[in-house]
């Protein structure tokens, strides 16, 4: 029998590594900017086109690498991040496996060129599908530019199962915006198709923030800091009330690397226990310094996977840092006992002598004296008339205290002595059958068959939903228009949705304009807004909802964005309504195509028997 294991080339095996390591042309973009910053680099270009298939390419100014380093990078377990075993457990740098650019290499084209700052030429090296094609001198700046062109050229099956490049393109901005979280004293510039579109200057971290997610974030933010011997806490989380319906926005850092961790999630969620709905997920920028033998990176080719040592006490630890922030910040008022602000504005010299004030009392005076002289019964300092003048105030009281005449007292019925009903007689037609409010939740509505009862949100979502997909689909939505127009600005993410859109959003009764990079200015919102409605948070909802029925319902724009509205605007429980506010709603219902049914397919009402109800007295 001939032997049947043989040895794979270094370009099969790299492949097969880079199936763990470059998943899609965000991997690639992670792994770079990586580099970059394990290189010392202050200022970072990240060049994209067409969402990475075509070209990716990170430019920094780094130290740079000499002719050998340029050469050996590309080989596999290559890396100048660790000698030995023992180095894993003292990890401060990004990346340590030496597994990305060989496996980059792998499966593109990348250019490299490099020069450090005692060198007078560069080194240029251009491997393709794991084989290097050239080694040549070039000129070059300090630091190291890396262009991958034609991913996943050699693997068709992994190319054609990229999304769209409106997906793609989000999650490179979310891995370049992970580094720049970490690193807000390094520059960044993100080229798109030849086009800089964001630009996010050295700052400090809450600055970093404010730059990437924008500027009404400045007063969302509550500052978090902790220090224990196990674990160092900093970063910011924001107000209750900006809560999302998605774990968008939640940023872990352990010693500056992004990780994944449900464990720690939960932490957090049980800080906001109480403070927002169960629905609803808080939103937090978190950075924990730890000694790195306490932790283990090495469980995931990614390195966004993590190992505490004392994984419990980082859970308590975080947990109450959280409160502890929340309560002094925002949930708490804050009084400064100390001092006493009423007298801030009295000015009494230092030897001047300080005497009671007085107040001058006119016995005298009457308030219904309409002489010549004016005057009125005073008052005294309570406000009460004064009691020796009160015989003033009613002339003719000698009238006023003659008896009247005695009043006849009125024949009363006589008083029914038994509470036992005569049931002989015929019941008396009942009165209009007026709605219930239960627990301002469930609209009660006697029937012929029974007891109807209606969960009035997801009724309300019913209505509004095909209300709005009327619109969207040819028949316009009356709008509303702003006393003042309202400018809004909104995150990258929101703005790009936004702005793809724009059409849709229109038709159901916004008037809105692109202002600028990521703002806009609503002029007109839909009639059923309420005058309260605040149009910035409405924006973000409304995207929200549309993101998350994307995801979870693959529906097409118009019916997406219907719900998304519905959701949105749909009257929540715990808000109370009168009765003709119910009937409205009820009448409303039973106008609908689909009346018994909300647009996520759950029931808007049940019919309770009165059989049922019978049974509960037996």
Not at 157 to 173: C, M, P, Q, T
Not at 176 to 181: C, N, Q, S
Not at 313 to 318: C, D, G, R, S, V
Not at 368 to 377: K, Q
């Amino acid at each position: 029998m001939s032997d049947v294991i043989k040895l794979l080339p270094d370009s099969v095996a790299n492949q097969i590594a880079a199936g763990e390591v470059i998943q899609r042309p965000a991997s690639a973009v992670k792994e770079l900017l990586e580099n970059a910053i394990d290189a010392g680099a202050t200022n970072i270009k990240l060049i994209v086109k067409d969402a990475g298939r075509t070209l990716i390419q990170v430019v920094d100014n780094g130290k740079g690498m000499t002719e050998t380093d340029a050469r050996m990078c590309f080989e596999r377990h290559a890396t100048s991040k660790i000698n030995q075993a023992n180095d894993l457990f003292s990890i401060r740098t990004m990346g340590f496996r030496g597994e990305a650019l060989a496996s980059i290499a792998a499966i593109a084209r990348v250019e490299l060129r490099t020069r450090t700052q005692d060198a007078a030429l560069g080194t240029e090296v251009i491997v393709e599908g794991s084989v290097t094609e050239s080694q040549d001198p070039c000129q070059s700046p300090v630091g190291t530019s890396i262009a991958v062109k034609n991913l996943f050229f050699n693997t068709p099956a992994r190319r054609n199962f990229l999304k769209s490049d409106a997906v793609e393109k989000g999650h490179i901005f979310n891995e370049l915006i992970r580094v720049a979280l970490a690193y807000p004293e390094v520059g960044f510039m993100y080229y798109q198709n030849g086009q800089l579109t964001h630009q996010f200057e050295k700052s400090n971290l809450k600055q970093r923030i404010v730059n990437i997610f924008g500027h009404n974030y400045n007063q969302r933010l509550v500052p978090v800091e902790e220090k224990t011997e196990i674990v160092s806490i900093n970063g910011f989380v924001l107000k209750p009330e900006y809560s999302k319906k998605k774990r968008g926005e939640q940023f872990f850092f352990v010693n500056n690397r992004f990780i994944r961790s449900p464990y720690l999630n939960h932490s957090i969620d049980q800080a906001y226990q109480e403070l927002i709905p169960e629905d609803l997920f808080p939103s937090f920028f978190l950075f924990m310094e730890t000694d790195p033998g306490q932790i283990d990176v090495n469980v995931h080719p990614t390195k966004t996977e993590i190992k505490f040592q004392d994984e419990r006490y980082i859970y308590q630890i975080l947990k109450s840092a959280v409160k502890r922030a929340l309560g002094r910040y925002n949930i708490t008022p804050t009084l400064d006992f100390e001092r006493e602000t009423a007298f801030d504005n009295l000015s009494i010299q230092k030897d001047q002598p300080v005497h009671p004030p007085t107040i001058t009392i006119n016995p005298d005076y009457n308030p219904f004296d309409v002489s010549s002289t004016g005057t009125r019964p005073s008052r005294s300092l309570t406000g009460r008339i004064n009691p020796s003048q009160w015989e003033q105030l009613f002339p003719g009281k000698e009238d006023m205290l003659q008896p009247e005449a005695p009043v006849q007292p009125t024949e009363r019925l006589p008083r029914q002595t038994t509470l036992t009903p005569d049931w002989e007689e015929p019941i008396a037609e009942p009165g209009p059958k007026k709605p219930m409010h239960l627990h301002q939740r469930f609209i009660l509505t006697p029937v012929k068959s029974g007891l109807m009862v209606i969960d009035h949100q997801r009724a309300h979502e019913r209505i509004l939903f095909e209300r709005f997909l009327k619109a969207s689909q040819g028949r316009k939505a009356g709008s509303q228009s702003l006393l003042f127009p309202e400018n809004i600005s909104l995150s990258e993410q929101d703005s790009e949705l936004l702005k793809e859109l724009l059409e849709e959003v229109r038709a159901l009764g916004f008037v809105i304009d692109s202002m600028g990079k990521n703002g806009f200015v609503v002029i007109g919102v839909p009639g059923e807004i309420p005058e309260n409605e605040y149009v910035q948070g409405l924006i973000e909802g409304i995207l929200e909802n549309f993101r998350m029925n994307r995801v979870e319902f693959k529906l097409d724009a118009h019916t997406n964005l219907a719900r998304a509205m519905a959701r949105r605007l749909s009257l929540k429980h715990g808000k109370p309504m009168n009765d003709e506010e119910m009937q409205a709603l009820t009448d409303a219902l039973f106008a609908c195509e689909m009346p018994y049914q909300s647009p996520a397919g759950k029931p808007t009402l049940t019919i309770i028997p009165l059989a049922d109800l019978a049974d509960r007295f037996k």
